[in-house]
């Protein structure tokens, strides 16, 4: 690699550092917004939503029965049922059924729920017609509802495809059960379950304190998107008028909707090329943080940055030329490039990054140099070292806010995550517990931080809100 192209490179790669300095500052920021977010009953771009989600407890692991959970999460509708052990352990049956693309828009609100009413009881035939006893549902609806108690929330709006316009301000809990009611099915809809929250309840669950000597204190999502919650108690939580609180409560789950952090960019970075991906998407000017760490914006801030290098002249200039004044129309079309494909290049140790090569010809019919591959990796690199270092903000962040309701408890802290960037993406999970260290938000206390992956949230987890509905 020339000198000139060595020093482009360095200079994009800076633009995506971040040091030990700006973490604990981002981090005392995130904090400061979470006691906003609670205080605040407004939901604006400049806060973070703090949801309360009116789960109460966090599970033993000595919960028992069956239970229920139905999970629509865009254009597939699941079913389980989860038999809890009782002992960290459960048994789970599952069908998954596709959602025909016209009960999604330009129809009622009760046809949906009908159909949703019809595959539970679908479910219920195949895998528990001998059941005569009524069953408890957690219901995991992941679009935007104003959620008012465990078993009430009302649609905000449709993402995902969804178009119904009618259903916009219903309770869904209701909708459904009046249809499971309507096909005579023993079932309550007792619980409105978010995901996240669900990562949290499964791992706490499954978690063995006596065996792992740690206590699960957040469940967060480094997938697609992002998302995190955790317990606080309720005198933290300010918002929450105490006539929709029992008496006994002492603390609550809650929804952080932490994507949104710092909406205005007081304090996180952003380069041009954040700018632009930003530009491009349905949402401009929201989630800021999410894009800047989440699998679906990983692959576009590469694709944009060898775009707009490609433009200052710095690189595919001879395949522009060979190819008579274009390049490959892929590269130029936006969401080309995945965070799985950015995976693949980042651990490429084959000969003249070969690997890299067919990767690039196959996905965005690119031809590469060797140089030019050494520059891509060292690109991705330097974004997926950002968006690692950026999840640690919000996990730390939580650790300094729940510290205190276990200092008389000497076990260790962890984390559970779902998600294909904290599962698959190499080095990832390292990444974030190292700049967690830089943090240090425990302050010379002796006690570990560690990551767990917590699997199927919206199920698992649903049952779980379900069992302590």
């Avoid at 999970?71 to 699941?78: K, P, S, V």
């Avoid at 809809?189 to 978690?207: P, Q």
């Avoid at 700049?435 to 919206?458: C, F, M, T, Y």
Wanted: glycine residues 6%; contains cysteine; negative net charge.
């Amino acid at each position: 690699m020339d000198s000139k192209l060595e020093e482009v490179l360095k200079g994009v790669v800076k633009e995506f550092a971040i040091d030990k300095e700006f973490l604990i500052k981002a981090t005392q920021k995130f904090v400061s917004d979470m006691d906003e977010g609670l205080s605040s009953k407004e939901q604006t771009r400049e806060h973070m939503p703090m949801i309360p989600t009116f789960v109460t407890s966090l599970p033993t692991g000595k919960e028992k029965g069956i239970f229920l959970a139905a999970d629509l999460g865009g254009t597939n509708f699941r079913v389980c049922s989860i038999n809890l052990h009782g002992d960290h352990t459960f048994e789970l049956k599952q069908s998954k059924f596709k959602v025909p693309q016209d009960l999604m828009s330009n129809n009622t609100a009760e046809n949906l729920f009908r159909y949703l009413a019809s595959k539970v009881g679908s479910f219920l035939n195949e895998h528990h017609s001998e059941t005569s006893e009524s069953l408890k549902l957690g219901f995991t609806f992941s679009f935007p509802v104003n959620q008012t108690a465990l078993n009430r929330g009302t649609l905000i709006r449709w993402t995902k495809g969804f178009d119904l316009p009618e259903c916009v301000n219903k309770d869904v809990v209701e909708l459904l059960q009046a249809n499971l009611d309507a096909l005579k099915l023993n079932v309550d809809v007792v619980a409105l379950a978010n995901d996240t929250v669900g990562t949290l309840l499964s791992r706490a669950y499954s978690n063995n304190p006596s065996q792992t000597n740690a206590n699960t204190v957040v469940g967060a999502i480094f997938g697609t998107g992002t998302n995190g919650a955790y317990f606080d108690t309720i005198d933290k939580i300010k918002k929450l008028d105490s006539a929709s609180v029992g008496k006994n409560v002492s603390g609550m789950v809650i929804n952080t909707e932490w994507g949104s952090f710092d909406n205005t960019l007081e304090i996180l970075p952003s380069t041009k090329y954040d700018v632009i991906v930003d530009k491009e998407t349905a949402n401009p000017g929201y989630h800021l943080f999410e894009k800047r760490i989440s699998g679906m914006f990983l692959g576009e801030l590469l694709r944009v940055t060898l775009i707009e290098l490609f433009k200052e002249g710095h690189i595919f200039t001879d395949l522009y030329k060979s190819r008579g004044g274009s390049l490959p129309h892929r590269l130029a079309e936006p969401w080309q490039l995945s965070s799985e494909v950015l995976s693949y290049m980042q651990i490429d140790d084959s000969t003249d990054l070969k690997m890299s090569q067919l990767i690039l010809e196959n996905v965005l019919r690119l031809p590469t140099t060797k140089v030019e591959r050494i520059f891509i990796q060292q690109l991705t690199q330097a974004i997926s070292n950002r968006a690692a270092y950026l999840s640690a903000i919000p996990l730390a962040a939580i650790l300094i806010r729940v510290k205190d309701q276990y200092k008389d408890d000497p076990k260790d802290f962890e984390f559970g995550c779902d998600g294909s960037v904290v599962e698959f993406y190499p080095g990832f999970r390292e990444k974030v517990l190292k700049a967690i260290e830089l943090i240090d938000p425990l302050k010379g206390e002796n006690k570990k931080v560690r990551l767990q992956i917590a699997k199927d949230g919206s199920g698992v987890g649903a049952a779980l809100c379900a069992s302590v509905a």
